[in-house]
């Protein structure tokens, strides 16, 4: 057997085994230390193929690989659904950096199309798994002979006959001894369905497995190896008279941002009839999506614009630097109103995070000033991913639900209303804030917030070690060294309401 085909072969059979892995740890819910150890145990197999083989990597596997073991250890450290989901994402985001990576070009030189790719090759590879695998390279021994080939047709054709005989024939001798009926009964009780179930759940995870091992140990070809869009062959004015009007429809309502939104609160209540913190509310959603969709915009104009004449490259960057501009203001005025916004009903985690996903822009639209305005749009899609990387990263640092819980409690002390329902139906991660401030709320909340709890982060009688979550074990641990103080409120509480 050649390199090869041992390298094919210990593919498989590690796909094999993590998918059989998969199932068994990755079968309970919520997800914990059980999708942190599955990845890590992906990750190990694909460098012990790669070093046993001396297939030659590229110098960025080695953050990348980290990046992965960060976003995966996500799951283990914060509880917070929403957190998670993102946790997810920025996984996918790594691979499929990974993916480009394995093709030898430097991640500065990853364009937005080639990230696009990058996804594409990433599941495609997960879809294909095992059926791309590269059969006529897979040689286990020499062919079998003909005498061999015939005695396994016999074989298979005597167990074809055999086991309608032994159906009738063993029902029979089941009618006629009970004893004999219960031995065979029991012999044979087993859970089809939840065979199929774990046998299903197993192969589809060596599936994916050995589909991104193909991909990453570049045994096969990706799916897209490259990935180009035919340029319409736009002019400067084609672009350039969108732009013009864009930036004369900015200016105007930054104008008006000055004038309202940066001036007196009585001014807006005479002009439009709504209170500060209403007309701050209606606005801050419709303005980070005309940020979000003004970048993809410039981008799409730049790229129009290739192979153009270098006054006309100088004309949409003066045109994309005013807009940006007035972005930048647009952008302002939208972290202004969610500061009356969040001042005026408390912060969520909508609220959350979306405004870090206005920072994430933010630096997204200095960055594309520095990268795609000087001539180098080529760095600025790595830049964007990292900058995006970033935010989630420092999201995991910040504990975005215990923040939630905090500033809201902190409205509460100050005498604004408190949302106990909304509280308690964050996740485990807040509970460790909340408890300890429960007293100082007025009875009704006190006793709605420590009920919830209760019913919400009562320690389990048992525990599945694959769900372990440090979010939750920390909650269970607080909930049980405070539970007599929290029945107490609850029973206190609901005596002062009778």
Request: glycine letters at 6%; a neutral charge; aromatic letters at 10%.
């Amino acid at each position: 057997m050649n390199g090869k085909s041992r390298l094919l072969v210990e593919t498989m059979v590690a796909g094999i085994l993590l998918g059989l892995l998969g199932d068994a740890l990755l079968r309970a819910v919520p997800w914990g230390v059980n999708l942190t150890l599955w990845t890590l145990l992906v990750v190990t197999s694909v460098v012990v193929l790669a070093v046993r083989h001396n297939l030659q990597w590229p110098r960025s596997a080695g953050w990348i690989i980290g990046l992965l073991a960060v976003f995966a250890g996500g799951f283990v450290w914060r509880a917070s659904p929403a957190l998670q989901l993102l946790d997810m994402m920025a996984v996918v985001v790594v691979i499929t950096a990974w993916s480009l990576s394995v093709e030898g070009a430097g991640a500065l030189s990853w364009g937005v199309l080639d990230y696009a790719r990058g996804l594409l090759n990433s599941a495609g590879a997960a879809a294909a798994g095992a059926a791309t695998l590269p059969k006529q390279d897979v040689r286990l021994t020499k062919a079998p002979s003909p005498v061999a080939v015939k005695r396994a047709r016999s074989l298979a054709l005597g167990l074809v006959m055999a086991f309608p005989l032994l159906f009738v024939f063993g029902g029979l001798l089941m009618a006629a001894d009970a004893v004999f009926d219960r031995m065979v009964t029991t012999a044979f009780d087993i859970d089809f369905a939840n065979l199929f179930s774990h046998a299903a759940l197993a192969a589809f995870f060596a599936w994916i497995v050995i589909g991104f091992f193909l991909l990453v140990l570049r045994i096969n070809r990706p799916l897209a190896s490259s990935l180009k869009i035919e340029q319409p062959g736009f002019g400067i004015l084609e672009v350039a008279v969108p732009l013009v009007l864009l930036n004369l429809l900015f200016l105007v309502f930054v104008a008006v941002q000055v004038r309202y939104l940066f001036g007196d609160a009585s001014l807006v209540q005479e002009t439009v009839d709504l209170t500060y913190s209403e007309y701050a509310r209606r606005g801050f959603f419709e303005l980070v999506t005309v940020a979000a969709l003004a970048l993809p915009l410039l981008l799409s104009a730049d790229w129009l614009l290739a192979g153009a004449d270098r006054r006309a490259v100088q004309t949409y960057r003066i045109l994309a630097s005013v807009l940006l501009v007035l972005l930048l203001v647009i952008m302002a005025s939208a972290v202004k109103r969610m500061v009356l916004y969040q001042s005026a009903y408390g912060l969520t985690e909508q609220r959350l995070y979306t405004t870090s996903f206005m920072v994430w822009l933010g630096v997204v639209l200095v960055w594309f000033a520095a990268t795609v305005l000087r001539g180098q749009r080529q760095s600025f899609a790595t830049g964007a991913a990292a900058a995006g990387l970033l935010v989630i990263a420092s999201l995991n640092v910040l504990n975005p639900d215990a923040l939630i819980a905090k500033v809201n409690l902190e409205r509460a002390l100050a005498g604004e209303e408190f949302d106990a329902a909304y509280a308690t139906s964050l996740s485990a991660d807040a509970v460790p804030v909340l408890i300890p401030a429960l007293s100082d709320l007025d009875p009704d909340d006190r006793c709605a917030a420590a009920a919830r709890i209760l019913d919400r982060w009562s320690p389990p009688t048992e525990t599945d070690w694959r769900n372990w979550n440090h979010g939750r074990s920390r909650a269970w641990q607080v909930v049980r060294q405070e539970f007599d103080r929290l029945e107490d409120m609850r029973c206190e509480a609901g005596n002062a309401v009778e």
